[in-house]
Structure formats: structure tokens, C-alpha cells
């Protein structure tokens, strides 16, 4: 079945405990995408990946890493969490487009609900 | 960067009664434009895209928008909505110069039996 798959699902942690959520997609797709979803502020973008070990910043960057150094995975890494971070965050995936264009529909991951303490 | 305004954040209607949920964009320059849909405790789904030619776009499960490039709008609608169209609806934009992706803020659907 194709898929996006995010683990874990739920995390609760503390402040400035480092933590990384996964993400993978079995497509085969060259884009990859993180986007963070919050009450009044629907979802806003935060790292993408046009493909392997080219990642570029969305809208809402600071606090998170990313990288791709395999296709079909796209870790979120919060090096020192913070209560802002409070989030659902959701990962996605898309086969792209014509050229490096992504008009293709996005697959997104079932979410992850992080609570930073 | 963009911004994209989805002015109704909730929008009950009545089953089988036609519903209208709105979104405009800022940039005047050309765009993607998107609306996609999510369940409860689910990610989004695409509904239907719109790139470029004809200005009314239809999509998944009954829905079509039709894109206004001088109003700078792109409102989705259903003639004849259903129970299971209870929803979050999103509209997202992505500019032609690169693939950054910006949604609005949601317009949540509640059908009324």
C-alpha cells in the first residue's frame, strides 16, 4: 500500500530534550515536505526536499533541522524542543511535477502530535 | 511570500443544501492553487488543483472551484452537500518559482441532517 508513515505518533518530552521524528514514504516520490498545523494558523510549511541532500526552508524554519540522505526518508530533528513547538506536525510527499515544479498532489502522513513540556 | 485567506473559519449547512467556502490569495503573479480536505485525525487529501487553462476546475466527490484571477480568488463548491462532507477544508498555494507551499487556515464543514 502506498504510504506515508510517521512514528512515533503521540511523543510528550521536555524542554530542550532532543528528539527526531521520522518520516518515510514508500512512492519512490522525489519531493518531501514538513509542515506543522496549529489552531487559527492551519499548516505552515517548515523544511522541503526537492530530493537526496537538497533541502530548502519553508515558512516557519527556526528550531528544526532536517535531511535527506535517502529517498524515501525525511527525519524532523528538534535539537532543543521548546513549548512553542507544541504542535501536530505532518509529513508529505509528492511525485513532483514537470521539471522541478510540484503541482502533483501531496500524500501526507497520518500526523505526529508532539507536546514539549 | 504568499498569504492565503480563507475568510469563513466555520460553515454549517444544511445535507443536500449547495455550500460556497471562499479563499483568496495576495500574489497577483501566477500560482498553483489547491484545496484539500481532511477527516477527523487524518492527514489532508487532495481535492482538486488548479495550473493553468480553464478557470473552473472539478474535483473529487462532487466538488469544483473556479479560480478568479482578478479577484485574486479560488472558492470551492458543491451542489448538494452530504453528511460525510463534514470536514476540514484547506486551501494552499505554491508559486511557480519554487515549490513552497502555503495553506490557509482552514474552513471547517459541518453538514446538518
Known amino acids: 500500500e502506498a504510504q506515508v508513515t510517521q512514528n512515533p505518533r503521540y511523543l510528550i518530552t521536555v524542554t530542550g530534550k532532543k528528539l527526531t521524528v521520522t518520516c518515510s514514504q514508500n512512492?519512490?516520490?522525489?519531493?518531501m515536505s514538513w509542515y506543522r498545523q496549529d489552531p487559527g494558523l492551519g499548516l505552515r510549511q517548515i523544511y522541503y526536499s526537492m530530493n537526496v541532500e537538497v533541502t530548502d526552508k519553508g515558512d516557519v524554519p527556526e528550531g528544526y533541522k532536517v535531511s535527506r540522505k535517502e529517498k524515501r526518508n525525511f527525519p524532523l530533528i528538534l535539537e532543543s524542543p521548546s513549548p512553542n513547538q507544541t504542535s501536530l506536525y505532518f509529513c508529505?510527499?509528492?511525485?513532483?511535477?514537470?521539471?522541478?515544479?510540484?503541482?502533483?498532489?501531496?500524500?501526507f502522513g497520518p500526523g505526529t502530535r508532539l507536546t514539549v513540556l | 511570500a504568499q498569504s492565503v485567506t480563507q475568510l469563513d473559519s466555520q460553515v454549517p449547512v444544511f445535507e443536500e443544501a449547495p455550500v460556497e467556502l471562499r479563499c483568496n490569495y495576495s500574489?497577483?503573479?501566477?500560482?498553483?492553487l489547491f484545496w484539500y480536505v481532511q477527516y477527523p485525525n487524518q492527514g489532508l487529501q487532495l481535492l482538486l488543483k488548479y495550473l493553468s487553462g480553464s478557470t473552473l476546475v472539478k474535483g473529487i466527490n462532487g466538488f469544483e472551484a473556479e479560480f478568479n484571477k482578478s479577484q485574486t480568488s479560488f472558492h470551492l463548491r458543491k451542489p448538494s452537500v452530504h453528511i460525510s462532507d463534514t470536514a476540514e477544508y484547506f486551501c494552499?498555494?505554491?508559486?511557480?518559482?519554487?515549490?513552497?507551499?502555503?495553506f490557509g487556515t482552514g474552513t471547517s464543514l459541518t453538514v446538518i441532517p
Open positions: 508529505a510527499s509528492s511525485s513532483g511535477g514537470s521539471g522541478r515544479l510540484v503541482t502533483n498532489e501531496q500524500f
Open positions: 512512492m519512490n516520490h522525489e519531493y
Open positions: 494552499a498555494v505554491s508559486d511557480q518559482g519554487g515549490n513552497q507551499f502555503y
Open positions: 500574489s497577483s503573479v501566477s500560482v498553483y
